[in-house]
């Protein structure tokens, strides 16, 4: 089936006060969701009041401060935290972090990088004194990172398109899939030869790459969403990485169960549609697409973790990947009672991360970093206790720093 698309405006600005976007929707039947949608703003201030609550949020970041190496390190698997000089990352929306600060479902058009939970480090929204540059206002890997660094670079600020000066080492684009990270990749290793700011051959630099979501809700429209071919787009820029950056360690982020977070808002007019619009094989509710929705989910993280598994990317002392599971068993939060999820945790679309959400997404890749592999968590646990380096375990964890765990 060809892969149909379908735009349109939602004239809501001076109800809502965010900027005016299009909206791009799969849609291989050609029917438009636009009254959908528009119907679904009618009520707008009640649909959306839950977001416009801001929970105030204090991480208590009780790790202990440890030195970087005496000596730059040589090898990948002797990296303690203040040895990271560099941080980038490769994705799509989540990664570029759409929505994380949206009052209304048009802001989550928008990108904002300075709250991502793997490469955000500067955002301070209008009227706020919070800066969300520090790991105890928000949890973000560079905001954790910099408690050993404070110079550490290339992590997202504001609110800012692909390319643009804020989105820095944040190179993900929003709609992406797994084929489109070859060309992130090759942008990020232009601007770390290009920019003065970056040593590209004796920095350390730690990426951080989630992909697949886009793949999975368009695998019933898009030849190119095979649990094969998804193994070898993410293969092909694993192999790119490791011929061309020298001093990268890389976090390879597998995706979570798509169904679960599809359905969320189904009571929702506005989640609904927007679910249909840009997850639309995941909404379809017959045995076969759910079934092989579910095995395509399972296929893309089993494949992942057979290539890593392979030490394909462990020959050299400079590079390595490791695969960070927090995401694969993470269900939705409820709320206190029980009774419902909580929604706090997303972006008006019930779908991307809220900065909440954000905020425990950073923590929780935080805690799999340095927990060693074979005994990393698989789901993220609200207000978990941090795993943190000490001096008798200081690096990040590797495939060959892990032997002994």
């Not at 009041?49 to 105030?56: A, H, L, T, Y």
């Not at 206002?137 to 290339?154: C, Q, T």
């Not at 060309?183 to 290793?189: E, F, R």
């Not at 169904?259 to 045995?287: I, P, R, S, T």
């Amino acid at each position: 089936m060809q892969l149909k698309y379908c735009s349109f405006l939602i004239p809501l600005l001076a109800v809502v006060f965010e900027p005016v976007q299009t909206f791009q929707c799969i849609d291989p039947d050609k029917q438009l969701f636009s009254n959908l949608w528009a119907n679904g703003l009618l009520d707008v201030k009640k649909k959306t009041s839950r977001f416009f609550q801001k929970d105030d949020i204090f991480n208590n970041f009780t790790c202990e401060y440890l030195p970087p190496s005496d000596t730059v390190p040589t090898s990948v698997h002797k990296l303690r935290p203040g040895d990271i000089k560099i941080v980038a990352a490769l994705g799509d929306s989540l990664t570029a972090a759409n929505g994380a600060d949206a009052a209304t479902i048009i802001g989550v058009a928008n990108n904002y990088r300075g709250l991502s939970w793997s490469i955000g480090g500067y955002y301070k929204p209008l009227l706020s004194k919070n800066a969300n540059d520090d790991v105890e206002e928000h949890f973000s890997l560079p905001n954790a990172l910099k408690r050993y660094n404070p110079d550490i670079k290339g992590f997202a600020e504001g609110e800012e398109g692909p390319g643009e000066e804020g989105a820095n080492l944040d190179m993900a684009v929003q709609g992406s899939k797994a084929v489109n990270l070859t060309d992130q990749a090759n942008n990020l290793i232009e601007e770390l030869k290009s920019n003065p700011d970056y040593d590209f051959e004796n920095d350390w630099k730690l990426l951080t790459i989630l992909i697949g979501g886009n793949n999975l809700c368009q695998y019933c429209v898009d030849e190119r969403s095979t649990p094969d071919n998804f193994a070898a787009d993410v293969q092909a820029v694993l192999d790119l990485l490791q011929a061309s950056v020298p001093r990268m360690l890389v976090n390879l982020v597998t995706i979570f169960n798509i169904n679960v977070v599809a359905a969320l808002g189904m009571d929702d007019l506005v989640c609904k549609a927007a679910h249909e619009c840009f997850c639309y094989c995941a909404m379809l509710d017959d045995a076969y697409s759910q079934l092989t929705l579910q095995r395509f989910n399972g296929l893309y993280r089993g494949n992942l973790h057979n290539i890593i598994n392979s030490g394909r990317y462990d020959t050299t002392e400079d590079f390595t990947v490791v695969i960070q599971p927090f995401l694969e068993n993470t269900s939705p939060p409820f709320n206190a009672a029980g009774t419902e999820p909580d929604l706090s945790y997303f972006a008006p679309d019930c779908f991307h991360f809220s900065s909440k959400g954000h905020n425990y997404a950073g923590q929780a890749l935080w805690n799999n970093m340095f927990q060693p592999i074979g005994k990393k968590d698989q789901a993220w646990s609200l207000g978990e206790e941090l795993d943190c380096p000490s001096e008798e375990n200081p690096y990040i964890f590797t495939s060959q720093n892990s032997a002994d765990f």
